[in-house]
């Protein structure tokens, strides 16, 4: 059953994705915090959002200048000479505002990106604050990736500085989302996938994009229309096992026919030979991935 979404409203909040990532890059002193040769990165994910975006943003990090663990609880070994950084796309939540007052006991330099709430107000004076934009509703995933690539891009001492590459994705995003509006009608990537037929099977065309498929369907899913992903190695097997179609088939008397799968293929790698760049292929996909939820599904 199709859903009808108001695209404008839908577009407000997508649209401010650019604008996440500039409040990221405007947030701290990324080039002055002490981050360039910790003993571990650790990101702490208080949601399934913020888990998928963290691991799209370091499967395309990599070689990474510390070991880098996301996880849901903070690990014990956690001291003076890591990195953590804290991520919910929720304004209240327990235990990642216990985890801060941990890092704070033992000296650890926390950052967090949070929804507004109660958290906010319950994190100690030493964790770095992201603050969320004022006048916007529902989730970021770009906000989440932005966070962790700006503690890599620090790590990595990159000649170039944190927030200057954090400006130039959020301007690639910018663009990608300008193609993918609703008064864009030729064109329009966002709108030609999320009106393809069939049930979503988001597919990784490379090792690159396992954990963005994993990342788009969580939230087409979110947005109301149910999705899976799959590695492209799999791909051939799955429709191997697919029932054969029946000539035949009669809805009256079988009842409905099983909806078909619509595949849509990602590739990272592929437009990252393209823009030159891993961290600004995955964004404009995620921002690609995430219009397409304000579209009619079908």
Known sequence: MAVSIDHAQAYFDIAHEGAQIRAVADALPWDQLPIERPRSIVVLAGDELCLHAARAAV????????????????????????????????????????????????????????GEGPLVRDLPAST?????????????????????????????????????????LADRVDEELIRCAPDHEELNPAKDIAQRSGTPLHVAADAESKDLVALVAYLWTQAGRAS????????????????????????????????PAAVIRWSVGELAHAEGDYATALCALIARGFAATMYTMT
């Open 59 to 114: 499967n395309i990090s990599a070689p990474w200048s510390a070991p880098v663990t996301i996880c849901r609880e903070l690990p014990s070994y956690v001291g003076p000479l890591d990195v953590v950084i804290l991520l919910s796309e929720r304004g209240s939540h327990d235990a990642l505002a216990q985890a801060a007052s941990v890092c704070h006991a033992r000296s650890v330099l926390s950052i967090a990106a949070v």
């Open 128 to 168: 770095h604050i992201i603050p969320m934009l004022p006048m916007h509703e529902g989730p970021s995933p770009l906000r989440a990736v932005a966070t962790v690539l700006a503690v890599l891009f620090r790590g990595a001492r990159t000649a170039e500085s944190v927030p200057k590459r954090l400006l130039s």
């Open 228 to 259: 899976a992903h799959l590695d492209a190695a799999l791909l051939g097997l799955f429709q191997q096992r697919q029932p054969p179609v029946d000539p035949f088939y009669d809805p009256i008397e079988q009842g409905p026919a099983p909806i």
